[in-house]
Nanobody, 124 residues
Framework: QVQLVESGGGLVQTGGSLRLSCAFSGRTFGSYAVGWFRQAPGKEREFVAHITRSGVSIYYVDSVKGRFTISRDNAKNTVYLQMNSLKPEDTAVYYC?????????????????WGQGTQVTVSS
């Protein structure tokens, strides 16, 4: 019933920027908190950022603080991840995920719905 679709990935040089979008459909968007995760080849899925239902509370993994910004526009049913000062270490498939009963925001199993992912590649 809930569908999430990521877009905005691509290839950029070190220091460049990308803006990822996550489009939500199927149920009331304002009832769901949303997180961004990423997964590089051979590595576990890593928490990146989280935004609560109202957008008041925001959380980031330490490695992206000061560079990435998560936001949401409930009128457009969309969550964004603005990524600046990109590094090769940011290269991964990025996923958005949603849930309405999230307790531990860093754990992927807390989220009920996932998008298919969008590839971000940062060249040196």
């Amino acid at each position: 019933q809930v569908q999430l679709v990521e877009s905005g990935g691509g290839l950029v040089q070190t220091g460049g920027s990308l803006r990822l979008s996550c489009a939500f459909s199927g149920r009331t968007f304002g009832s769901y908190a949303v997180g961004w995760f990423r997964q590089a080849p051979g590595k576990e899925r890593e928490f990146v950022a989280h935004i609560t239902r109202s957008g008041v509370s925001i959380y980031y993994v330490d490695s992206v603080k000061g560079r990435f910004t998560i936001s949401r526009d409930n009128a457009k049913n969309t969550v964004y991840l603005q990524m600046n000062s990109l590094k090769p270490e940011d290269t991964a498939v990025y996923y958005c995920a949603a849930g309405n009963s999230i307790v531990v925001i860093r754990r992927p199993t807390e989220y009920d719905y996932w998008g298919q992912g969008t590839q971000v590649t940062v060249s040196s």
